[in-house]
């Protein structure tokens, strides 16, 4: 279930108060204070109908609150289990 945000298969994630992904965030311009929770690197939307057709995340599945870069980077994520 995700109440605060979309459905996220994301490759990689990192938490957001990692020194390294802090970085990372302050090259693009995202105020690190600001984000919460992980942060899913090189993400794709997950569609309920998707959920039951085989098609479902085999990367790491999020909720994420903001998708700040069309999936490349979203922020304020939390893992749900499907």
């Known amino acids: 279930q995700c109440n605060t945000g ?3 298969c994301c490759q990689h994630t990192a938490d957001a108060s990692d020194p ?3 970085l990372l965030l302050g090259l693009l311009g995202i105020v690190v204070e600001a984000v919460d929770g992980l ?3 090189s993400c794709s939307p997950i569609s309920i109908v ?3 057709s085989g098609s479902a995340c085999n990367a790491s599945p999020v909720c994420c609150e903001n ?3 069309t999936g490349l980077i979203v922020i304020g ?3 749900i289990n499907i």
């Open 6 to 8: 979309n459905l996220q």
């Open 20 to 22: 390294v992904t802090g």
């Open 39 to 41: 942060i899913g690197i």
């Open 50 to 52: 998707g959920l039951g």
């Open 67 to 69: 998708n700040t870069f």
């Open 77 to 79: 994520c939390v893992p």
